[in-house]
T-cell receptor
Framework: DAGVTQSPTHLIKTRGQQVTLRCSPKSGHDTVSWYQQALGQGPQFIFQYYEEEERQRGNFPDRFSGHQFPNYSSELNVNALLLGDSALYLC??????????????FGDGTRLSIL | GESVGLHLPTLSVQEGDNSIINCAYSNSASDYFIWYKQESGKGPQFIIDIRSNMDKRQGQRVTVLLNKTVKHLSLQIAATQPGDSAVYFCAEKATGNQFYFGTGTSLTVIP
């Protein structure tokens, strides 16, 4: 049973560049959430996708955008990168619609470093 | 915004002892809670969850207690093992399906 997979595992970018991170959900899951985790902090919710639409969004600027594909995989795009965007980006998948209490299962993340 | 906090940032226990990790939450409307374990270089790993209509739930070597009166959550780990060393997060869900995480408690098991 494949868990949540993310790619790439590490990435180095410079300020102003754009980045795309990818996530494949756990087998059987249809909902994908993205989180940003700064060093020494808990994950912070960016947004959630279900049925190829953004269903809920956290307190992140429009530079952060996403997409969900018909096979439930998802991408996170960040434009105009800032030094403060350096973090571990986590993808979590779950089953069910917004509001249903289901556990989210996480991948091991993409470590993004901005120079 | 939501606030999920932990009483102790670090906890050291002897191997074989029981561990208790505490978490305070601020939103009385939160209806679902999850404990996660995160090892270095890994993503958070689901341990156990509890819904707000329950006050206790048990898993393998772990028990979660929920006190809605004081908005407090705890994770008890029985017979703590070196492999339990990690950072533990509690996460709460209030509106929609957005989870709020605390800053974590680092558990160190002393052999």
């Amino acid at each position: 049973d494949a868990g949540v997979t993310q790619s790439p595992t590490h990435l180095i970018k410079t300020r102003g560049q754009q980045v795309t991170l990818r996530c494949s959900p756990k087998s059987g899951h249809d909902t994908v959430s993205w989180y940003q985790q700064a060093l020494g902090q808990g994950p912070q919710f960016i947004f959630q996708y279900y049925e190829e639409e953004e269903r809920q969004r956290g307190n992140f600027p429009d530079r952060f955008s996403g997409h969900q594909f018909p096979n439930y995989s998802s991408e996170l795009n960040v434009n105009a990168l800032l030094l403060g965007d350096s973090a571990l980006y986590l993808c979590a998948s779950s089953l069910g619609q917004v509001g249903i209490n289901q556990p989210q299962h996480f991948g091991d993340g993409t470590r993004l470093s901005i120079l | 915004g939501e606030s999920v906090g932990l009483h102790l940032p670090t906890l050291s226990v002897q191997e074989g002892d029981n561990s208790i990790i505490n978490c305070a939450y601020s939103n009385s409307a939160s209806d679902y809670f999850i404990w996660y374990k995160q090892e270095s270089g890994k993503g958070p790993q689901f341990i156990i969850d509890i819904r707000s209509n329950m006050d206790k739930r048990q898993g393998q070597r772990v028990t979660v207690l929920l006190n809605k009166t004081v908005k407090h959550l705890s994770l008890q780990i029985a017979a703590t093992q070196p492999g339990d060393s990690a950072v533990y997060f509690c996460a709460e869900k209030a509106t929609g399906n957005q989870f709020y995480f605390g800053t974590g408690t680092s558990l160190t098991v002393i052999p």
